[in-house]
Structures are given as C-alpha cells and as structure tokens.
Nanobody
Framework: VQLQASGGGLVQAGGSLRLSCAAS????????MRWYRQVPGNQRELVAS???????NYADSVKGRFTISRDDAKNTAYLPMNSLKPEDTAVYYC?????????????????WGLGTLVTVSS
C-alpha cells in the first residue's frame, strides 16, 4: 500500500494549511491513519490519529488547532491545520495500517508516505 501526502507549503503564523494523505493499492481495510511530524535532529512525533471507527487523538500541542478526518470511500485522511505557529514547522508524514490483498491472501500492512514540508514564518 502506498501513501501520498500533499498540502504542505509556506504560510505565515496564524495561517492555515490542509494536508491530505491518499492510500492506494489493493486495500481491504484501513484501521488507523496517523500524521507524524519531524524536525531535523528531533524524534518523529505523533501529531494526530484517527481509528476506523472515527476515534481521534491529538498531541497536546495541536489540540484545538488541527482536526484529523478521513474519507474511507477515497482511502484518504485529511489534516486541516489552523492558527499555525512557527513551532509547527516540520516535515509531516502520514502513516496507515490495515489489511491488503496479496497473492497468498490477505495480509497486514503498515505504510508510510513521503513527507510534506510545512514551514510557518513568524
């Protein structure tokens, strides 16, 4: 399963961006979809996650500003980001796990997309 992240860019503090993560492949089901971010020299941190039933979780630093959602018909997750701060600057990665069809039957997958850079200027 491949993940394609998009929507990053340069924005001024207080502005907004919306990230998208589209999954493709022979997907049976996607369980969790997550967004992580990483600043060079730092560990990758979990920003937001959404389970198949819609349960969401957020890092304390983004609560009230970011909202994760998913469209299962499109195998896509979204992350609208509002009131952006310079400290939100990072490369954002999407991650998804679930089950896919394979030659020998179904198997689990846990895939990562290439990152998309978000830069927030002060």
């Amino acid at each position: 399963v491949q993940l394609q992240a998009s929507g990053g860019g340069l924005v001024q503090a207080g502005g907004s961006l919306r990230l998208s993560c589209a999954a493709s492949g022979d997907i049976v089901t996607i369980n969790n979809m997550r967004w992580y971010r990483q600043v060079p020299g730092n560990q990758r941190e979990l920003v937001a996650s959404i389970a198949g039933g819609g349960t969401t979780n957020y890092a304390d630093s983004v609560k009230g500003r970011f909202t994760i959602s998913r469209d299962d018909a499109k195998n896509t997750a979204y992350l609208p980001m509002n009131s952006l701060k310079p400290e939100d600057t990072a490369v954002y990665y999407c991650n998804a796990d679930g089950r896919q069809r394979g030659y020998w039957g179904q198997r689990a997958f846990d895939s990562w997309g290439l990152g998309t850079l978000v830069t927030v200027s002060s």
